[in-house]
């Protein structure tokens, strides 16, 4: 999940205890920061989407107010990058999940353009930026407060608090840093290294349900016995959704080369506000935001969209994720990427009605969250988690295998920076 992994020591058991309260802390800080951003995107998004168009007397769902509020968003988020001090930090499509702490005076200016753009309707994530924003502050806070504690180990359990926040279960924390920690030398148990920030974890994720009560289950009909053509099915739609995610990673640095040809900031947000603009009025609202609760929209009232309309959606959706990705507004892809995954999983119920709905959209969420975030745990995770159902897990394990190797060599849905090649002169005198 991130590019440079720290090297942890195995700690022992009286660490463990000293730092469990620390770890607790952290959690629930993290929790906090996730639901201050949501409260403040969410008060913010009420009066753009419901009190400002009352007020005025239009249909907020109209393209027409769409269309305007997002080029609106794309020119307050360009102003903020522009202008406002730490130019709220590095570019979105450019950081993992999980990156080195940014120094504390970007924060502001992150906060406030992954607010705007949550509120804007923007089709992009809180998670990157929130993780950024806790990873930042708590890490300056240890160094005053707990200075024994390693950088590495602070950043690891706010990571770790703030992704147990979001998805509402220390679970997801625990298998996104499963393959982290054990990559990383040092010896000692797994568990050793994963009980830190798996309490951390845990604490948010108990603070967030307590503050907010955060769900990525949906009510579907209830699904009880395996076929073999289920399992048939849920490869056979994992693989699509993989499929079109490879696609989007492939259309991803041609698009984001195209508006950071543009150079100014104010440029590169603001024709990518009037293009999710456009889009937005083409999908309508179940296009916009980050798509969480226009996920249990779509699949609770799925017998209001025909495939037709369904395979527009799927398109927007996608279109938006890649244009705010590219055009520099800050947020999150797995958000989106789940939304579209479910998307797709309606279109083959539509189109298919004997594939038990929560197969079809367990297997269309993991697939498109693989080829977004290339790491099968998370995957898999909200997979099921979208269904509530472990019956699903068993299905996924076998539909993961060929998305896996789908994604192996296809391109990573992440911008890298490019490489400049060294000069023969200058390769000669690091030489010698």
Same mark, same amino acid.
């Given at each position: 999940m991130t590019s440079t992994q720290p090297e942890l020591a195995a700690p022992t058991a009286r660490t463990l205890v000293l730092l469990s309260l620390p770890a607790v802390i952290i959690g629930v800080v993290s929790a906090f920061a996730l639901w201050a951003v949501d409260e403040v995107a969410g008060l913010l998004e009420d009066g753009i989407w419901t009190a400002l168009p009352h007020m005025l007397g239009v #249909?907020?769902?109209?393209? !027409? !107010?769409? &269309?305007l509020v997002l080029t609106f968003t794309g020119v307050a988020v360009g102003l903020v990058v522009w202008l406002v001090p730490g130019h709220a930090g590095p570019d979105s499509a450019t950081t993992e999940l999980v990156a080195a702490p940014l120094r504390p005076g970007i924060v502001p200016s992150l906060a406030l353009a992954a607010v705007l753009a949550l509120a804007g309707g923007v089709s992009l994530g809180p998670e990157n930026p929130i993780i950024a924003i806790n990873t930042s502050l708590l890490v300056a806070l240890a160094a005053r407060l !707990?200075?024994?504690?390693p950088t590495q180990l602070v950043m690891l359990m706010a990571a770790s608090g703030t992704i147990g926040a979001l998805f509402g279960?220390?679970?997801?924390?625990?298998?996104?840093?499963t393959g982290v920690v054990a990559a990383v030398k040092g010896g000692g148990a797994l568990w050793d290294k994963l009980f830190l920030p798996l309490v951390a974890a845990a604490a948010g994720s108990l603070t967030m349900t307590f503050l907010a009560h955060p769900h990525f289950a949906i009510p579907m009909p209830a699904y009880t016995t395996i076929t073999g053509w289920d399992l048939l099915a849920s490869v056979v739609i994992g693989a699509i959704a993989t499929g079109l995610g490879i696609v989007g990673a492939f259309l991803f640095p041609l698009i984001h080369r195209a &508006?950071?040809?543009?150079r100014h900031p104010l440029l590169m947000t603001m024709l990518g506000g009037v293009v999710l603009g456009l889009l937005g009025a083409l999908g309508g609202p179940i296009t916009l935001f980050k798509g969480l609760d226009q996920m249990g929209d779509l699949v609770q009232n799925? #017998? #209001?969209y025909p495939p037709g309309e369904l395979a527009?959606?799927?398109?927007v959706k996608l279109a938006a994720l890649l244009i705010a990705a590219s055009s520099s507004f800050r947020g999150g892809r797995v958000f989106p990427a789940v939304f579209i995954g479910a998307a797709i999983g309606v279109l083959a119920w539509a189109l298919i009605p004997a594939i038990p709905l929560q197969v079809a959209v367990s297997a269309g969420v993991l697939g498109m969250t693989l080829a977004v975030t290339r790491d099968g745990w998370i995957a898999l995770f909200i997979g099921v988690a979208v269904t509530s159902n472990l019956l699903v897990l068993p299905i996924l394990c076998l539909a993961i295998l060929p998305a896996w190797l789908m994604v192996t060599r296809a391109p990573e849905f992440l911008i890298k920076p490019a490489v400049r090649p060294t000069s023969p002169r200058a390769a000669g005198g690091a030489g010698r």
């Amino acid at each position: 999940m991130t590019s440079t992994q720290p090297e942890l020591a195995a700690p022992t058991a009286r660490t463990l205890v000293l730092l469990s309260l620390p770890a607790v802390i952290i959690g629930v800080v993290s929790a906090f920061a996730l639901w201050a951003v949501d409260e403040v995107a969410g008060l913010l998004e009420d009066g753009i989407w419901t009190a400002l168009p009352h007020m005025l007397g239009v #249909d907020p769902h109209s393209g !027409w !107010w769409i &269309f305007l509020v997002l080029t609106f968003t794309g020119v307050a988020v360009g102003l903020v990058v522009w202008l406002v001090p730490g130019h709220a930090g590095p570019d979105s499509a450019t950081t993992e999940l999980v990156a080195a702490p940014l120094r504390p005076g970007i924060v502001p200016s992150l906060a406030l353009a992954a607010v705007l753009a949550l509120a804007g309707g923007v089709s992009l994530g809180p998670e990157n930026p929130i993780i950024a924003i806790n990873t930042s502050l708590l890490v300056a806070l240890a160094a005053r407060l !707990w200075k024994a504690v390693p950088t590495q180990l602070v950043m690891l359990m706010a990571a770790s608090g703030t992704i147990g926040a979001l998805f509402g279960t220390p679970v997801a924390a625990a298998l996104v840093f499963t393959g982290v920690v054990a990559a990383v030398k040092g010896g000692g148990a797994l568990w050793d290294k994963l009980f830190l920030p798996l309490v951390a974890a845990a604490a948010g994720s108990l603070t967030m349900t307590f503050l907010a009560h955060p769900h990525f289950a949906i009510p579907m009909p209830a699904y009880t016995t395996i076929t073999g053509w289920d399992l048939l099915a849920s490869v056979v739609i994992g693989a699509i959704a993989t499929g079109l995610g490879i696609v989007g990673a492939f259309l991803f640095p041609l698009i984001h080369r195209a &508006f950071h040809a543009l150079r100014h900031p104010l440029l590169m947000t603001m024709l990518g506000g009037v293009v999710l603009g456009l889009l937005g009025a083409l999908g309508g609202p179940i296009t916009l935001f980050k798509g969480l609760d226009q996920m249990g929209d779509l699949v609770q009232n799925r #017998d #209001d969209y025909p495939p037709g309309e369904l395979a527009l959606i799927i398109v927007v959706k996608l279109a938006a994720l890649l244009i705010a990705a590219s055009s520099s507004f800050r947020g999150g892809r797995v958000f989106p990427a789940v939304f579209i995954g479910a998307a797709i999983g309606v279109l083959a119920w539509a189109l298919i009605p004997a594939i038990p709905l929560q197969v079809a959209v367990s297997a269309g969420v993991l697939g498109m969250t693989l080829a977004v975030t290339r790491d099968g745990w998370i995957a898999l995770f909200i997979g099921v988690a979208v269904t509530s159902n472990l019956l699903v897990l068993p299905i996924l394990c076998l539909a993961i295998l060929p998305a896996w190797l789908m994604v192996t060599r296809a391109p990573e849905f992440l911008i890298k920076p490019a490489v400049r090649p060294t000069s023969p002169r200058a390769a000669g005198g690091a030489g010698r």
